[in-house]
């Protein structure tokens, strides 16, 4: 079974340019989460997929970041203009269903880098 | 709010050694813990979860026991092994099903 996969592994724009991160979730996994790790600080979630729609976007930082998830696949988080703050590992993770036991099985990340 | 807070680094160990990474959190009810690891170069992979209180969890020799009355998850690993080196992230899964997570650990185990 294929895991998470996420293009690109990396990333390097300049500031005001415009990034779009892909994931491919595990197939069959309604749930789809966006996560962040700033500066090498804590991983932070931006938001859920459950199907195409968004369950929770409670952490998406502002609204130069816009996430899509067409038919319910794959998921886009593009970042529209990037500023230097944005720069961090993007992950994403999916997971069967929501709930306590069920696992969420993260890709290997987007190094963004902007510059 | 719902927080965790784990030990900074990096830890610098010596092969066989025995290894603590402390891990404490702070949530309303009781949220399932877990341990990520990320080798390098590779993505975050599920270590050891626990569900409920005095739940143990284990795997590849690391434990981590659920502890209540000291809200706490703290990794342990009798004998470090040189590819034990990763960085360990603590984690508590909330009422909306995200994960929150404690800042990482890096591990670093010398020959």
């Known amino acids: 079974e294929a895991g998470v996969t996420q293009f690109p592994s990396h990333s390097v724009i300049e500031k005001g340019q415009t990034v779009t991160l892909r994931c491919d979730p595990i197939?069959?996994?309604?749930?789809l989460y966006w996560y962040r790790r700033v500066m090498g600080k804590e991983i932070k979630f931006l938001l859920h997929?459950?199907?195409?729609?968004?369950?929770?976007e409670s952490g998406m930082p502002n609204n130069r970041f816009l996430a899509e998830r067409t038919g319910g696949t794959y998921s886009t988080l593009k970042v529209q203009p990037a500023e230097l703050e944005d720069s961090g590992v993007y992950f994403c993770?999916?997971?069967?269903?929501?709930?306590?036991?069920?696992?969420?099985?993260f890709g290997p990340g987007t190094r963004l880098t902007v510059t | 709010g719902n927080s965790v807070t784990q030990m900074e680094g990096p830890v610098t160990l010596s092969e066989e050694a025995f290894l603590t990474i402390n891990c404490t959190y702070t949530?309303?009810?009781?949220?399932?813990l877990f341990w990520y690891v990320q080798y390098p170069g590779e993505g975050l992979q599920l270590l050891l979860k626990?569900?409920?209180?005095?739940d143990k969890g284990s795997n590849k020799g690391f434990e981590a026991t659920y502890r209540k009355e000291t809200t706490s998850f703290h990794l342990e690993k009798g004998s470090v092994q040189v590819s034990d080196s990763a960085v360990y992230f603590c984690?508590?899964?909330?009422?909306?099903?995200?994960?929150?997570f404690g800042s990482g650990t890096r591990l670093l185990v010398r020959p």
């Open positions: 993770a999916s997971s069967q269903s929501p709930g306590r036991t069920y696992e969420q099985y």
């Open positions: 197939s069959g996994h309604d749930n």
């Open positions: 997929f459950v199907k195409e729609s968004k369950q929770d």
């Open positions: 949530a309303t009810g009781y949220p399932s």
């Open positions: 626990a569900t409920k209180a005095d």
């Open positions: 984690a508590l899964m909330d009422s909306s099903y995200k994960l929150i």
